[in-house]
């Protein structure tokens, strides 16, 4: 993944895979935007979401098996579970933004 540089901190690219009916999905793109003011550098244009249904060719190329399931330079770093609560999900978000700025 492609590193960038915004204002003196390096970001790297995050890929999230997602369902457009999903209520997981919908906790952890509502973690995404609260995240983005809570967290210095965080940039949500380095977010590269990829819904899995119209973009399955190119979903079958990483191993997840449900969604919402994050990538950070190429390592996956959270994959949802069912029963998550949206404060488990926006900490593991959490986890993820803050790796991608480390």
């Known amino acids: 993944m ?4 915004r204002g003196g901190i ?10 457009e ?5 919908d906790k952890a793109r509502r973690a995404l935007v609260e995240l ?8 949500l ?3 590269q979401m990829v819904e899995e249904s119209l973009e399955a060719e190119f ?7 449900a969604v919402p399931t994050f990538y950070v330079d190429g390592v996956k770093l959270f994959e949802a579970h069912i029963g998550m609560s949206y404060t488990d999900i926006k900490r593991e978000v959490r986890r993820v933004l ?3 700025l480390a």
């Open 2 to 5: 492609i590193e960038e540089k």
């Open 98 to 100: 803050e790796a991608a």
């Open 45 to 47: 244009r380095n977010v």
């Open 36 to 43: 983005q003011e809570e967290l210095s550098g965080v940039d």
């Open 59 to 65: 979903a079958d190329r990483y191993d997840y098996y």
């Open 10 to 19: 390096r970001v790297k690219n995050v890929l999230m895979f997602y369902l």
């Open 21 to 25: 009916d999903c209520g997981y999905c």
